[in-house]
C-alpha cells in the first residue's frame, strides 16, 4: 500500500498521546506506518497554526517517495501514488481540514476525532469578553500544555486562527466521528460540518467524551474503512 497515514494531534497534546500510541500500534501490526507529526510548532507558548500547517508540508516532502515535479502535478489533482489518509484529533482535526482543503490533490481521505472547528467563537464563549480583553492586554494567557504545566500561551494563537477559515470545506471523502458526551467541541459543530457535504462525508456519533478514549475500536474501524476503500466507508 503506498498510501501514506499521518495522525495529527490536537490542542495541549503531542505526539505521545494514547490514541496516537494505540493507532500507531495497531496499524504496525498491519504492517502499515502511523506518521505523527509534533504540533507543538514552534513551541506550545508560541502555538502557530502557520507553523502547524508548515509542519504538516515538511512531513509531506521528506516521507514522499515521488519527485518535486510529480508532487507539484499532483497537487493539482493528478495521481494518487502516495497521498495522505490523514486522521485529526480536535484542533488537529480542524489543521487537518486547512491543509486538505490548501492540497486537494495530496489528500485522499481524512478521519476527523471531535475536530476543533470555529475556534474563534468557541474560545470566546469558553474565557467570555474580560478574560479575552486580558489575554489580548497582557500578551499570552496562562494554559496547562500536554504535561500539565501551565504555559504562558501568546496571543498570537488566537489573533492568528482568526486569520485562517473557522470551518473549512476539503474536498476529500472524510468521515467524523464524535462523542455525544463532548463538552469541549459541541456535537452540533460535526452535524453541521457533515450536513454542508452529505455525500462526501459521513457523521458517527459514539457514546464518549472529547477524548474518545473509549472509542478507539469505533476509530480503527473506521480509519481501516478510509484506507481500503473511501467511498466504500459509507
Known amino acids: 500500500m503506498s498510501l501514506r497515514i499521518a495522525y495529527l494531534h490536537g ?95 495530496r489528500v485522499r481521505a481524512l478521519l476527523l476525532l471531535c475536530p476543533a472547528f470555529d475556534v474563534p467563537t468557541r ?29 504562558p500561551l501568546h496571543w498570537g494563537f488566537f489573533a492568528e486562527a482568526c486569520r485562517h477559515e473557522p470551518r473549512p470545506q476539503p474536498a476529500a471523502p472524510t468521515v467524523v466521528v464524535h462523542g455525544k458526551k463532548d463538552t469541549v467541541v459541541p456535537l452540533s459543530s460535526s452535524e453541521a460540518f457533515v450536513a454542508a457535504a452529505p455525500d462526501q462525508r459521513r457523521l458517527v456519533v459514539v457514546d464518549d467524551d472529547h477524548e474518545l478514549g473509549a472509542s478507539l475500536d469505533v476509530i480503527e474501524r473506521e480509519l481501516w474503512s478510509l484506507l481500503v476503500e473511501p467511498a466504500a466507508s459509507r
Open 11 to 105: 490542542f495541549a497534546s503531542s505526539p505521545a498521546s494514547r490514541k496516537a500510541r494505540v493507532l500507531g500500534e495497531r496499524l504496525a501490526a498491519r504492517g502499515l506506518t502511523l506518521h505523527v507529526p509534533d504540533l507543538q510548532q514552534p513551541s506550545f507558548p508560541r502555538l502557530s497554526h502557520d507553523a502547524m500547517l508548515a509542519a504538516i508540508d515538511t512531513l509531506d516532502a521528506t516521507t514522499s517517495t515521488r519527485s518535486s515535479s510529480s508532487r507539484a502535478t499532483s497537487s493539482s489533482g493528478a495521481g494518487d501514488d502516495d497521498r495522505w489518509v490523514l486522521v485529526g484529533s480536535s484542533l488537529g482535526g480542524h489543521v487537518t481540514s486547512l491543509w486538505a482543503t490548501q492540497n486537494p490533490g
Open 123 to 151: 474560545w470566546r464563549s469558553m474565557r467570555g469578553p474580560e478574560a479575552m480583553a486580558r489575554w489580548e492586554r497582557d500578551g499570552s494567557l496562562p494554559h496547562a500544555d500536554d504535561q500539565g504545566v501551565l504555559q
